[in-house]
């Protein structure tokens, strides 16, 4: 067993560190950095910019050469095993090989189980001395990434601003602001760092949201917002802020059985509003999900209301939540909350969360958190 000196970690840990820069841009790939060292200092360093575009590996090499250092003898650490097949860049094994790369330290084997382990069997077999560091930070940064390799589905997140006494609005739909600004930035960041963001209904009819990235001096894109609908009853005109897809692409998803008003259909596709059609009679999560990533769509986050909140927790479909609560309190049985038709009678039937993270921000507190029956 090979064992990994403290030099190793730090140059694995400025790997992992270069592959999380370009937040919210490789999805469906995962986020990877690389960095090349000879005789104990960094002689190339890179990251996967965005899905299509060279592999971190690849970069790392690139900029050592662009730096006149050679890279024959030299070790490589990177954030992920790793990959030795074509896809729409050639195996980075082999831009190892060719390199003239000795010695390879990744921080974690490629989750897809037909893959896993051969990018560093290739490496052994070709001479390449091979270590894997088994690290946990590694896999965090590729959650969404590992999810999605393992399960085949999109990774759920759900977002929702809430009371301290656990209310998504009052009684009457107001829910601007229950949380501060501090918490709101945050909210814009889980935006970026998924490809959907999906609503229901009444989060449309009542808040009219536009559902876009505002963080201030980035420019970040926008992800596709989905609105999940049973029927399209109360959607009367298509001026919501929703359906202007000049800013960021619109879907509404909805039962085969569903008909659209005529001229509230032709409006949507004057607007290049998507209409998709599920494949079932009534809304099955499991359904929504496997239709979104057969649309390629990795990673969804959900922002309410209740009833999308409801369906997904019921469904056991959510892998994390990101819960932010202001300093109020609304109260009121009518009033919204998190989860509002649960249908627990007994205490123990009530799913437990493992909380991974706290942080206050400003004057509202965030919790992250994920039910243990789909850690
Ligand atoms: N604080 C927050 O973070 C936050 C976030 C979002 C929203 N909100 C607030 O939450 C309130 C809305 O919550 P809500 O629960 O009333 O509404 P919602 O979840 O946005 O939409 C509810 C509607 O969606 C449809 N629906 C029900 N179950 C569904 C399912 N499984 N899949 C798809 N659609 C389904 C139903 O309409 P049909 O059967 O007629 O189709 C239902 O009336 C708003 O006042 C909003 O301000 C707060």
């Known amino acids: 067993m090979n064992k990994l000196t403290e030099s190793d970690h730090q140059f694995l840990n400025k790997a992992i560190l270069l592959a999380a820069i370009p937040v919210g841009e490789v999805s469906p790939n995962p986020y990877v950095g690389a960095v090349i060292v000879k005789d104990g200092r960094i002689i190339g360093e890179g990251f996967h910019a965005k899905a299509g575009t ?10 050592a050469k662009d730096n006149n250092k050679s890279t024959v003898g030299a070790t490589i650490y990177v954030s992920l095993e790793p990959c030795c097949h074509h896809g729409k860049t050639g195996p980075c094994t082999e831009a190892v090989l060719n390199a003239g790369i000795t010695k390879v330290v990744y921080a974690t084997q490629d989750p897809n189980p037909s893959v896993a382990g051969k990018g560093e069997k290739f490496l052994i077999e070709n001479g390449i001395e091979a270590i894997c560091a088994d690290s946990e930070s590694a896999r965090q940064i590729n959650k969404i ?6 399960k085949k589905t999109p990774f759920v997140t759900l977002k929702a601003a809430m009371s301290l006494d656990g209310k998504i609005a009052s009684k009457s739909g107001d829910s601007k602001w229950i949380t501060g600004s501090d918490a709101r930035l945050e909210g814009h960041q889980l935006r970026v760092e998924h490809d959907a963001i999906l609503i229901g209904k009444k989060t449309l009819l009542n808040d009219d949201p536009s559902l876009t990235v505002r963080i201030p001096d ?12 049973r029927t399209f009853n109360g959607i009367d005109h298509a001026n919501y802020q929703l359906f202007n897809t000049e800013i960021a692409p619109t879907w509404i998803m909805y039962p085969q059985n569903q008909s ?9 596709l004057a607007k290049n509003v998507r209409l998709i059609e599920l494949q079932d009679d009534e809304i099955i999560v499991d359904s929504v999900l496997t239709q ?15 009833s999308i909140y409801n369906a997904f927790i019921t469904a056991q479909k959510v892998n994390e939540f990101a819960l932010f609560y202001g300093p109020r ?26 909380i991974h993270a706290t942080e206050k921000l400003g004057n509202s507190i965030y919790v992250q958190a994920t039910l243990k029956e789909v850690e």
């Open 54 to 63: 060279a592999h971190a590996e690849v970069v790392a090499i690139q900029n």
């Open 329 to 354: 309190l609304i109260g009121d049985a009518k009033a919204p909350s998190l989860w509002d038709h649960s249908n627990i009678t007994d205490l123990s039937e009530a799913p437990i969360l493992s």
């Open 260 to 268: 659209i008003d005529t001229a509230l259909k032709a409006e949507l």
């Open 218 to 229: 980035q420019n970040y894109s926008n992800p596709i917002r989905v609105l999940l609908l």
């Open 145 to 150: 990434f590992f999810h999605n390799q393992i």
């Open 292 to 306: 979104l990533y057969e649309e390629k769509v990795m990673s969804v986050l959900l922002e309410g209301g209740s």
